[in-house]
């Protein structure tokens, strides 16, 4: 079942720039030079993303000298992608006519 928690995360997630970020930190830990780089997003436009991709609890950061380098946190992901396969495994169920309400 998806939860309060699991909404937010949604809600972040269905930014397209938010969700580039995820994606390219997936692969690898970057820098604020490097996602400017890479998603063309000026660079206070990228850190209010990465402001709430911190507070919704998907990113990390950690300063390294004068940079402040971003890492995905998988577990974060990794809860959500479980409820949505419990929401998966569910509409298959009802897919399959295994559950159907009665009309009256």
Same mark, same amino acid.
């Given at each position: 079942?998806?939860? *309060? ?6 809600? =972040?997630?269905? $930014? /397209?720039?938010?969700? &580039? ?8 830990? %970057?820098?604020? @030079?490097?996602?400017?780089?890479? @998603? ?6 990228? *850190?209010?993303?990465?402001? =709430? ?5 998907? =990113? $990390? ?6 940079? @402040? !380098? !971003? &890492? %995905? &946190? /998988?577990?974060?992901?990794? @809860?959500?992608?479980? *409820?949505?396969?419990?929401?998966? *495994? ?5 897919? $399959?006519?295994? =559950? ?5």
């Amino acid at each position: 079942m998806l939860t *309060s928690v699991d909404a937010d995360l949604l809600r =972040v997630l269905a $930014d /397209p720039l938010r969700l &580039r970020i995820v994606t390219l930190l997936a692969h690898e830990t %970057l820098c604020t @030079t490097h996602l400017v780089d890479e @998603t063309g997003a000026r660079q206070t436009n990228l *850190s209010n993303h990465l402001k =709430v991709l911190r507070e919704a609890g998907l =990113v $990390d950061a950690e300063p390294c000298g004068r940079f @402040t !380098y !971003y &890492r %995905l &946190r /998988p577990e974060a992901l990794g @809860t959500l992608a479980g *409820s949505l396969a419990e929401l998966a *495994s569910t509409a298959r169920k009802t897919a $399959d006519g295994q =559950v159907r309400r009665a009309c009256s």
